[in-house]
């Protein structure tokens, strides 16, 4: 059976990101947070704008204060006071100094700013106690960046510090890439809307909120088609009209062994390419992975047919479809999983023959992380301890058991 590393590569290798300019949408500042950038964000301006003072103090030149202490002070005429904001207007010349403010801009003949916590004022002379270095609380003009700089690339993710630097270069029209449309429904005779009184044999369709719920905040726009019960008709329709309207669809249930389970025959009647039908994974082993290529002008269309177990849907969209998501749409780099080291409060085993998830929570403390399983049945059908699950252990191939405080490798979720 297909590696889990194997079956990642596949899905990874087959994913198309969004590059072209069909994808691209124009959006407002506050609107491209959590977007993806299209284009190279190239500054019209340098920063800082103009050579300013970073104290409140005073703008003297060097030449006038070097080596000045508190026995043999240097004494400068204030001819001018410059807030920040305000032009200044004289040039500062031997023996002088401009009054000057955080922000401010220096004035001409002025080199230095010394602070005002230094200095003694009297009238409209200042007495310099101690002399900083040559050029001292300047900002000088480009000294951070200068005019047609590359500030942001194509590819990041748009978040606070993006969208400060986007404001400061006065960018107000942002390009960035439309976000993934994922069709999501579920499969399932059993199946019912969360509002319906259960009748025996029935069980609430959980898999298509939650998988909603994580494609939303994976950056992309769940299209929810709803419950589809096991009818190959009713399936195929659903599966033509899913792969005519989105990008990536995902379903739940209905691709193991069973009677009932037509989804992998449904994908290759549509003309789909099965990439695999089964991972060495717990939980999450009958995932089947397909692809529909319909033409040139549409990126490859991948098909996810989880498994219907609550908890299996859900691992194999953290493991295999996150990723996927992330990386269609568009983000250069960041979008494959995170593993973090944690040390484990608990035991946990295996069989060995699969790469093995264990659901629970990360913590830090004292800067480390800890992990603790989930209390209860780590059974792939029981959802109820996965509330508040941040990390999935994984213990893999070939080893059957973690003690309490081994170190293990966890899957960071959410
Ligand atoms: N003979 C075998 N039987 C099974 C195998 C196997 O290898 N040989 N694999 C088991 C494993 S592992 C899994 S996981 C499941 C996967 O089954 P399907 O993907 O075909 O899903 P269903 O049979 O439709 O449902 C499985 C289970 O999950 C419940 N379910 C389904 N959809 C939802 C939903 N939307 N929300 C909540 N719960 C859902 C469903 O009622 C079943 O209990 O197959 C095993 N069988
Ligand atoms: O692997 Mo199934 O996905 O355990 O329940
Ligand atoms: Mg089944």
Known sequence: MLSVQQAEQIIINSVQPLATERDIEIVDLLGASGRILAQEIISQLDFPHWDN???DGYAVRHADIAGCNAENPAILEIIAEIPAGKTPHKSILPGQAARIFTGAMMPAGADTVVMQEVTQRSGNSVTILDAPAPQAFVRHQGSFSQAGTALLSP???IGATEIAVLA???CIQIPVYRRPVVAIFSTGDELVTPDRPLKPG???DSNQYALATLVTQ???????LGIIPDDPELLKNTISQALESADIVISSGGVSVGDYDFVDRILSSLGGEIHFRAIAVKPGKPLTFATFNFSSERSSILYFGLPGNPVSSLVTFWRFVQPAIRKFSG???F?????VKAKTQHSFKSDGKKESYFWGQLHLVNGEYEF?????SQNSGNLINLAQTNGLAILPVGKTLVNVGDLVQVLQVQ
């Open 372 to 376: 603790t399983l989930a209390g209860g």
């Open 168 to 170: 400061s270069a006065q």
């Open 218 to 224: 994976t950056g992309a726009i769940p299209k929810m």
């Open 335 to 339: 979008w494959q999983p995170i593993f």
């Open 155 to 157: 590819g990041i993710s």
């Open 331 to 333: 983000i250069s780099d």
């Open 202 to 204: 029935q069980l609430v």
């Open 53 to 55: 003072s970073a104290m």
